[in-house]
């Protein structure tokens, strides 16, 4: 079964690689992987907004015992899509980046 089918294994490779570095690299590739496909949709602080967001909701739903709430996933992602596009893009010195 793919990662996507399973979401308790896909949940724990970004543990993996925060304790182990052999796998930091496959998940930096990963998150580089899913940003780059979110950017075609959405500017790319919004995009990495979104990717933790995704990879938050899937960590809940394998280990939570609570049902999934769609709707509360809806309103989360129209909040971060919907300030984004509001609000002006931070400059680089602002979001932190190097120069």
Do not use: K
Request: proline share 7%; aromatic share 4%.
């Amino acid at each position: 079964m793919s990662c996507e089918r399973r979401p308790h294994r896909r949940a724990f490779v970004p543990t993996l690689a925060a304790r182990n570095p052999a796998y930091r690299e496959l998940t930096r590739a990963w998150m580089r992987r899913s940003r780059h496909l979110l950017e075609q949709h959405f500017d790319a602080d919004t995009a990495r907004q979104l990717d933790a967001l995704i990879e938050g909701l899937a960590l809940h739903r394998a280990l939570d015992t609570a049902p999934h709430d769609r709707a509360l996933t809806r309103r989360a992602v129209t909040r971060i899509t919907t300030t984004a596009a509001a609000e002006p893009a931070p400059t680089p010195a602002a979001r932190g980046d190097a120069a």
